[in-house]
């Protein structure tokens, strides 16, 4: 294995159960509880980050999905 630290510190995908590395960022927020600046961030492997975004999506929640490391200032 070629690493560049340990193990713990690679982003995860956020999924349940998934163990993928994270290569998206999904940025979202509850506009019931959270201000308009407030922004969470799930990470997400290739293959979960469209499942997140729909979950997020269906509640009715703002969400932006970006390449892992682009983070966005507000999820409007
Ligand atoms: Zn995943």
């Known amino acids: 294995m ?6 713990e510190l ?3 995908c956020s999924r349940a ?9 999904v940025n979202w ?5 959270h201000s308009v600046d407030r922004v ?10 469209e499942y997140l975004r729909e979950y997020l999506d269906a509640r009715d929640f ?5 390449p892992f490391g682009v983070s966005v200032e507000a999820v409007p």
């Open 2 to 7: 070629i690493g560049i630290g340990p193990d």
């Open 10 to 12: 690679a982003p995860r």
């Open 17 to 25: 159960g998934c163990d993928a590395e994270a290569t998206m960022s």
């Open 29 to 33: 927020r509850n506009p019931k509880i």
């Open 40 to 49: 969470k961030v799930w990470l997400a492997c290739d293959e979960h980050s």
């Open 62 to 66: 703002p969400v932006i999905v970006t």
